[in-house]
């Protein structure tokens, strides 16, 4: 008996061996099925992956091709809805697609700005504002720092431009090809335009309505927005008024050459050592546009490069010649920085009127599909009529405004004493001088 009970518990034993080997040979089979399974649904997911990114692309970046679908507007929703949901989708996937160094031309009315760059942590920028639309629309390659990004230059608040121009990285329509027409990489290195993507218009489509984009252009890599601008050009609006405007313009003229100009610029010794800049050009023109008499003008000044405030502290002593409370020769004064090492104290002009009018650099011609050109022209058009709508609001108010009173002529004569109590230039308190900033930087170190 005992000898049936030991046979019986073997069997047993082996049974159970038998089921568990059955059953380690089952996991290895479920295994290596779930590795192909997986491998199928990668495959399935990428694929699903890059045929909805190139739908979005052809709508997106190609506004201009016919649609099958007439509602568009719930299309993109869901669209864009159905992207975001798939597996893995983020903007590093972007980085897999071609990309190319493009110049960007933009205008911006600077009013309700905090400037241009960013770094001030003041928003809005016009900066800030454009990096926005370029992580909208998909164009912008990594962060700001892996674009390769610079600016011509960094206006301040309220200054506004017509000619500020960015370089960096873009999404690319187009592909490098090699000898066997293959795809050789990722940059695109040359000019070839035809079947890009238009960037005029997609940006355009998503910028606020003070910031367009105006045209665009390939460079080569080694561009730099700021380093590579041969010459910079500013212009000053400002109503005539009774300002004398041949003394002025004489007096801008001694502007012209390479100067030291550390008393016509906001002194900043801890990043700037050398306060020579050349102006070449520097005209006062009158305009068509007339108010009550008072006639539009400008200033136009064109340098190299310029120092931070340069051109309003100039406008600023400028228009103090033009009043007649300084001489022509207080020009040559303040840049004599040897007779007048130290900047008398004065106010900058206003900044508002203010525009960035051009950068000038090589080879770089800016481009605009006739399209997004048309449809700029327009845009802007309609910003121009509101903003006289505006005008002729505030042209409604001046002339309801009740006649001044007799005793309010007083009001007058006070500010023309306060006019005539002007204090010379030369005889006002200074600033600190140069070597004096720097002295107070190095004792703080």
């Known amino acids: 008996m ?3 009970v030991s046979d019986f518990g073997k069997d047993v034993v082996d049974v159970l061996k038998s089921q568990l080997q059955s059953l380690r040979n089952r996991v290895k089979e479920l295994e290596t099925e779930n590795a192909k399974l997986s491998s199928q649904l990668s495959k399935c997911c990428c694929h699903m992956r ?13 506004p201009g091709l016919p649609s099958q679908r007439k509602n ?3 299309d993109k929703t869901r669209k864009k809805k159905a992207i975001e949901r798939i597996p893995g989708y983020n903007l590093e996937i ?3 697609h071609s990309k190319r160094y493009v110049a960007l031309k933009v205008m911006y009315f600077g009013q309700r700005f905090y400037g241009f760059a960013s770094e001030a942590q003041m928003d809005p920028t016009i900066e800030s504002e454009i990096f926005k639309a370029l992580e909208k629309t998909r164009l912008l390659i990594g962060d700001k720092k892996e674009s390769r990004y610079s600016r011509c230059g960094r206006t301040d608040k309220g200054v506004s431009s017509v000619g500020q121009v960015i370089a960096l990285f873009l999404r690319s329509n187009l592909k490098e090809t090699d000898a066997n027409n293959k795809i050789s990489g990722e940059l695109i290195p040359d000019t070839r335009t035809e079947g890009e993507i238009d ?3 997609v940006l355009n489509r998503v910028l606020p309505n003070d910031i367009r984009i105006l045209g665009w252009s390939p460079v080569s890599i080694d561009f730099n927005a700021r380093f590579s601008c041969l010459a910079r050009e500013y212009r000053y609006v400002f109503w005539r008024g009774n300002l004398n405007l041949p003394a002025m313009e004489n007096a801008g003229k001694k502007f012209i050459g390479e100067h030291d100009f550390r008393n016509f610029c906001k002194m900043d010794a801890a990043n700037v050592h050398n306060y020579r800049r050349c102006v070449t050009l520097f005209e006062i023109s009158s305009s ?11 200033i136009k000044v064109k340098g190299s490069a310029f120092l931070w405030h340069q051109v309003r502290c100039m406008v600023a002593v400028l228009f103090m010649i033009g009043q007649g409370l300084e001489s022509v020769e207080v020009i040559d004064s303040l840049l004599d920085t040897e007779k007048t090492p130290r900047k008398p104290q004065y106010a900058m002009a206003p900044e508002i009127p203010l525009v960035l ?5 090589e080879d770089v011609k800016f481009i605009c599909s ?3 050109g048309k449809a700029l022209r327009i845009h802007l058009e309609n910003e121009c009529q509101a903003y006289q709508l505006q005008s002729a609001i505030f042209h409604e108010a001046v002339l309801s405004c009740l006649p001044l009173a007799n005793d309010q002529s007083t009001l007058n004569k006070g500010t023309i004493k306060k006019v005539a109590s002007h204090v010379p230039l030369l005889s006002r308190p200074t600033e600190p001088s140069y070597e004096d900033r720097c002295a107070k930087l190095n004792s703080r170190r």
């Open 2 to 4: 005992s000898n049936e």
């Open 50 to 62: 890059e045929e909805m990114l190139n739908t979005y692309d052809v709508e997106t970046f190609n």
């Open 357 to 361: 009018q051009s950068c000038e650099f």
């Open 72 to 74: 568009t507007g719930g």
């Open 370 to 372: 006739s399209d997004s």
């Open 94 to 96: 972007m980085t897999h």
């Open 199 to 201: 960037y005029v218009r």
């Open 288 to 298: 068509n546009i007339r108010l009550e008499g008072n006639q539009l003008c400008a």
